[in-house]
């Protein structure tokens, strides 16, 4: 099946500083990527539809200037949280759409990133 | 909008035994996909089944089928000889069909928990 990787699993850093998460397809060409962001024991919250080439597509309420993504090749999308704040701790999780043929597609997905912000 | 409800927060099934977890869905599209995704302790999204609408077939993967009731907008899926490693979140998801954003909208999520 096809994968996705997710780059670092775990990171930590300080209040204020930038961290940037890479998401990439391994074995497929991924025009299309997906940033989710998961608070515990609760479903996954979409953030962005990440577009190679174009500008992401972020959802109501996400700060397009704080959570920056960029999507500059067809297998990988880096999501940077910029000045980051301890609210921001979180699991972020990205998937890329994978084309089956016609009109069938399917989501695979990272393993996910833990931020911890001190 | 299409929403997803999963109305089961917590579940929990003994070994061995077969539990069936519940899934509705609104829509007004007549061709879409339906998905369900299991997330283990690791976080890692799983993808257990998937369901294309225009068929009438449930879908069936080895312990795992679903049963399909298109006009009732139901969508469950079904665990048999429930294994200790099928304890999970389990989501039921809506992805519209032609899919050009191929946006997912997910159910908040079932815990299963397979007792010993």
């Known amino acids: 099946g096809a994968v996705v990787s997710q780059h670092p699993s775990w990171v930590i850093c300080k209040s204020g500083t930038s961290v940037k998460i890479e998401c990439r397809s391994l074995?497929?060409?991924?025009?299309?990527m997906f940033w989710y962001r998961q608070f515990p024991k609760q479903s996954l919250m979409l953030m962005a539809t990440?577009?190679?080439?174009?500008?992401?597509t972020y959802e109501q309420g996400v700060e397009k200037d704080k959570f920056l993504i960029n999507h500059a090749s067809l297998t990988l999308s880096t999501l940077t949280v910029t000045s980051a704040h301890p609210e921001d701790s979180s699991f972020y999780i990205c998937?890329?759409?994978?084309w089956g043929g016609g009109s069938s597609y399917e989501q695979y997905f990272g393993p996910g990133t833990r931020l911890t912000v001190t | 909008a299409q929403t997803v409800t999963q109305s089961q927060p917590e579940m929990s099934v003994q070994e061995a035994e077969t539990v069936t977890l519940s899934c509705t869905y609104d829509?007004?599209?007549?061709?879409?996909?339906l998905f369900w995704y299991k997330q283990p302790p690791s976080r890692q999204m799983i993808l257990v089944i998937r369901?294309?609408?225009?068929?009438?077939q449930n879908a069936t993967e080895n312990r795992f089928s679903v049963n399909f009731q298109k006009a009732a907008k139901s969508f469950s899926l079904k665990i048999s000889d429930s294994q200790l490693g099928d304890t999970a979140m389990y989501f039921c998801?809506?992805?519209?069909?032609?899919?050009?954003?191929?946006?997912?909208?997910f159910g908040k999520g079932t815990k299963l928990s397979v007792k010993p």
């Open positions: 990440s577009n190679e080439g174009s500008k992401a």
């Open positions: 998801a809506f992805m519209s069909e032609g899919g050009s954003q191929g946006n997912l909208i």
């Open positions: 829509t007004s599209e007549n061709n879409y996909y």
């Open positions: 074995d497929f060409q991924a025009t299309t």
């Open positions: 369901q294309e609408a225009y068929k009438q």
């Open positions: 998937s890329a759409l994978h």
